[in-house]
Every structure is written in structure tokens, then in C-alpha cells.
């Protein structure tokens, strides 16, 4: 059974940093695509930042880009998200998810994953 459980969120200022980790368990992570998304309240999920399973490539969004940072370590099962010099506007709830495949390639669009974590709550806020 595919688990993931997101960690790390919490409150910080502006201008702060976090570092989300998704911890994965059931499966083996070498072989699946992982990605970021988040969700503000009345907004739809977006896409953050992805990472393919062959080769590593990463991909972001342009609203994130040179402020995020996203790596895997497949020997702890673990996919962090880096996040530094944070605004107001990167506040929501953080998803991670997974799909299965080889793939250089990764997606930021939510349709494209099949197995969510339950979330973890980012506040910006001075």
C-alpha cells in the first residue's frame, strides 16, 4: 500500500525558510515520479515542483523558481522540498504525491499522480 506523509510545515516570517520532507513507505521510491503541490484556501492545487524517478530532472513553477529547491534520497525514502526567502503568497496546505514509471520527465499537473499524502500546513506570516 502507497503511503506518503508530508512533515516539516509550520509558521515563518517572511523572507524565511522550511524544508518539507515526504517520507514514503509501501513502495520503492527509486521507481516512482514525486511532486510538490499546494493549496490555498479558495484557490486550486498547483503544482510546486517535481522530480522524475530515472535520472533526477526537476521541474518548477515559475513562482517558486530560485527559491525552491526539491531532492530525493532514496535510500531514507525520503523527497524534501527546500523552501527559502518565503512570502505570503507561498502560504497553503503542501501535498506531495507519487506516480509509478521510469520516467526522465516529471509533471506539475495534479491529474498526472495517483497516491497523495494527507498534507502539511505552511504559514507566512509576520
Known amino acids: 500500500q502507497v503511503q506518503l506523509v508530508e512533515s516539516g510545515g509550520g509558521l515563518v516570517q517572511p523572507g524565511g525558510s522550511l524544508r518539507l520532507s515526504c517520507a514514503a513507505s509501501?513502495?520503492?521510491?527509486?521507481?516512482?515520479?514525486i511532486g510538490w503541490f499546494r493549496q490555498a484556501p479558495g484557490k486550486e492545487r498547483e503544482g510546486v515542483s517535481c522530480i522524475s524517478s530515472s535520472d533526477g530532472v526537476t521541474y518548477y513553477a515559475d513562482s517558486v523558481k530560485g527559491r525552491f529547491t526539491i531532492s530525493r534520497d532514496n535510500a531514507k525514502d525520503t523527497v524534501y522540498l527546500q523552501m527559502n526567502s518565503l512570502k505570503p503568497e507561498d502560504a497553503a496546505v503542501y501535498y506531495c504525491?507519487?506516480?509509478?514509471?521510469?520516467?526522465?520527465?516529471?509533471?506539475?499537473?495534479?491529474?498526472?499522480?495517483?497516491?497523495w499524502g494527507q498534507g502539511t500546513q505552511v504559514t507566512v506570516s509576520s
Open positions: 509501501g513502495f520503492i521510491l527509486d521507481y516512482y515520479v
Open positions: 504525491a507519487a506516480v509509478p514509471g521510469l520516467f526522465s520527465v516529471c509533471a506539475l499537473t495534479p491529474y498526472e499522480y495517483d497516491s
